[in-house]
């Protein structure tokens, strides 16, 4: 096979890394990703390219991605699934064959080449090929299937059959990292190599993103066993290794108790994990190494070097432009002409309950004021793709969809993958995001929202609580007190927030420009210095990849 690395290694990064998740937001040609994970690992695996470090990617080639977002005549939200073709990844001529409840199934590797696009290079498995029958085609055709046995049938995928594709093509691996629970099943394959548990965990580390505990996959362990998720080791000998006895198994558990350091996403999120998880016996601990995006990807060069050399005029000029592009989406999609002299506030992310993105419109008479102000004007943009059968999340896009017919400074976008996240990231004045406290566990849409300078006004969660400073380089909503109802929580974080933005935010745009300058200068500044994913991947070699645990440490836990 052709060389992997198009860059010889920096001497701090080469210890070899495979990092395994189950979707990666490299590119807009390559539909492998459904949101923040994705658009996540994709800038890890930009990064690793910057950084010259020694670390492979490894996933999963979705035959239909995780699905077209488009619309039905009524202009609501209508889900397809069209299969995608690739002609810039190539065949690496190896096959790995898989136990899945009882029969054999390949998986073949594909590459993406590192020179594609500036990335690590990236193996993406797919069990789509003419070797296997329909059922076992299926595995890898939708990202996030919702039939158990399919998503078990995918991890073991990822986890096995991405170790067994490694060694397959003579790829040199010391650190193996899950990027989420997903490939978990990559434990019980090297375990047959490394059968005591503390060498197993040397090799081990894991990234745990999700703080509601729902979010956490479980299963039963006797339907993993018999679905081949343990690699053939039985149920009991799995449970007497890992000192896991309860009915239900937990993908997080689990890689917690086969990791020799787990981090979580950011700061609060450590809190929160470690809480969380506090009565797992055994377990790995628990650091944060807060999420960033690759600016080399996301940041508008323009803009940047207008603010590094303090150049407002062409700063406020190249945002202009930028929006001018954003609203020619708008037009296209929505039949409506919006002003680039207008305050743009987007809110744009998965659309999930706990991110509450019908919170603006929470009073519709407040709304309705709030668009019609003629002094302080201002246009709002929604946009995201909510999982496809969340029958909730679907009803709430196609809400705002129907709720935005009334206004002409109003739009809900559909095709919400990287090329209209970019457009949103530069073209928005103001990036909305309102989840509950606690719940967000780092939300990265604001930083690279915010290096194109769109302020971030943000519930004081995840990432915001490291960067916000109030009026300064952002705008807080303080939270309400998590203990409360959800619903008081709801009508507490409304009335701050519809305060700030009323009072304080569009005077502050129309009446103090100079002012917003600085705020935007300042956000953007402190984004480049602290939320650049090259910092981050550094911090992975250092604190996971290269830490080694005491051998107290567990037994002390």
Known sequence: MRKLFPYTFDESF??????????????????????????????????VNDRRQNTIGVGILWSYGYYDQSRHEDNSLK??????????????????????NGKPVKIKAFLLPA??????????????????????????????DANPETRVAQEIVLGIGGVR??????????????????????????????????ELKRHIVFTTHTPEMAGNETHEVDFLARMGFFNGFERDEIQKRLGYHDREFSLTVG???????????????????????????????????????????????????????????????????????????????????FDPN?????????????????LLIRDMERFRALIGNEQYPIQ???????????????ADFNELVHMSREFKNVAVLTGYELRLSKLLKQGSDLWLNTPRWGREASGTSGMSAGINASVHFSIDDGWHAEFGKDGINSFTIPHADPALPNEE????????????????????????????MEIVKNGMNDIFIYFNSQNMVERYYRELYDYEPDSTETKER
């Open 14 to 47: 080469k210890r070899p890394v495979a990092y395994f998740s189950m979707e990666f937001a490299i590119d807009q040609a390559l539909k492998t990703y459904s949101g923040g994970l994705g658009f996540l690992a994709g800038s890890h695996m930009r990064s």
């Open 489 to 516: 929580i709801d009508r507490i974080d409304y009335e701050t927030m519809m305060e700030k933005l009323e009072r304080q935010i569009l005077p502050l745009y129309y009446d103090e420009p100079e002012k917003w």
């Open 115 to 144: 020179e594609t696009f500036e990335s690590a290079p990236v193996i993406l498995l797919s069990t789509d090929i003419f070797e296997n029958d329909h059922l076992s085609r299926t595995i890898t055709h939708k990202l996030y």
């Open 255 to 337: 890689a917690l108790k086969v990791s020799k350091r787990a981090n979580a996403v950011s700061k609060i999120h450590e809190g929160v994990a470690n809480e969380m998880w506090k009565d797992v016996p055994g377990r790995c601990e628990i650091i944060s190494i807060t999420n960033a995006q690759n600016m080399r990807y996301w940041s508008d060069k323009q803009l940047v070097s207008a603010m590094q050399e303090h150049e407002d005029y062409q700063l406020m000029g190249r945002k202009k432009h930028l929006k001018h592009q954003l609203f020619e989406e708008v037009a296209d999609q929505t039949g409506k002409l």
């Open 380 to 394: 709002i943009i929604w946009a995201g793709k909510p999982y496809p059968l969340d029958e909730r999340a679907v």
């Open 342 to 358: 207008v305050l743009t506030l987007v809110w744009a992310r998965r659309f999930a309950e706990y991110k509450r993105p019908k």
């Open 165 to 198: 594709a490694l060694r397959a093509l003579g790829i040199d691996v010391d650190i193996y990292h899950l990027n989420e629970g997903h490939a978990l099943p990559l434990a019980f394959e090297l375990m047959k190599e490394y059968p005591e548990l503390e």
């Open 79 to 100: 889900i397809d699934y069209r299969r995608k073709f690739y002609y810039f990844l190539e065949e690496t001529g190896v096959v790995v064959e898989v136990m899945i």
